[in-house]
T-cell receptor
Framework: EPEVTQTPSHQVTQMGQEVILRCVPI?????FYWYRQILGQKVEFLVS????????KSEIFDDQFSVERPDGSNFTLKIRSTKLEDSAMYFC?????????????FGDGTRLSIL | GESVGLHLPTLSVQEGDNSIINCAYS??????FIWYKQESGKGPQFIID?????DKRQGQRVTVLLNKTVKHLSLQIAATQPGDSAVYFC???????????FGGGTRVLVKP
């Protein structure tokens, strides 16, 4: 069964450094998402992306965050100047269509640790 | 404000028994509800969904019930197995958008 893949599985970065998290969505999916999960908390929406532009973003997704689909397969999340509070699991998800019976499929996440 | 929340943080169940996980929501505009399962070290995995115009939907060993009167959602797992040990999240999608809003999660521990 096709799946969303994320790399790296664990990223350790110094505070203030830039980090890029990578995702390969399922190949025929058109809608892409990033979520994050701070340890012990619920999963929170960051941003959705369709047709090479952001569809929706949360208040968490400020100017330090950006997303890109640099080619036909990758979907990246960049944090320009990381803060301690950016430490979390970051999940990429994709969906074939935006309809209520097309669920979002999640990758296994990247654990981001800011030192 | 809007919220999707869970009643119990941890549920211990004997192998073979049925499990019931509950979720409350406050936004009447939500059109679609989903249950996800998250195993340790993995991402959320889709289990079952239900539209707001339905009361009940059954899958393989799982049933989701929706009570719109009291804004309550539940997931029933029949004959719980060790592989069902995980954290279970309810999530909602509002009619106008497609982002998932997750609840806080319930951990299910299956005792042999």
């Amino acid at each position: 069964e096709p799946e969303v893949t994320q790399t790296p599985s664990h990223q350790v970065t110094q505070m203030g450094q830039e980090v890029i998290l990578r995702c390969v969505p399922i190949s025929n999916h058109l809608y892409f998402y990033w979520y994050r999960q701070i340890l012990g908390q619920k999963v929170e929406f960051l941003v959705s992306f369709y047709n090479n532009e952001i569809s929706e973003k949360s208040e968490i997704f400020d100017d330090q965050f950006s997303v890109e689909r640099p080619d036909g397969s990758n979907f990246t999340l960049k944090i320009r100047s990381t803060k301690l509070e950016d430490s979390a699991m970051y999940f990429c998800a994709s969906a074939r269509l935006v309809s209520l019976n097309q669920p979002q499929h999640f990758g296994d996440g990247t654990r981001l640790s800011i030192l | 404000g809007e919220s999707v929340g869970l009643h119990l943080p941890t549920l211990s169940v004997q192998e073979g028994d049925n499990s019931i996980i509950n979720c409350a929501y406050s936004n009447s505009a939500s059109d679609y509800f989903i249950w996800y399962k998250q195993e340790s070290g993995k991402g959320p995995q889709f289990i079952i969904d239900i539209r707001s115009n339905m009361d009940k939907r059954q899958g393989q060993r799982v049933t989701v019930l929706l009570n719109k009167t009291v804004k309550h959602l539940s997931l029933q797992i029949a004959a719980t197995q060790p592989g069902d040990s995980a954290v279970y999240f309810c999530a909602e999608i509002k009619a106008a958008g497609n982002k998932l809003t997750f609840g806080g999660g319930t951990r299910v521990l299956v005792k042999p």
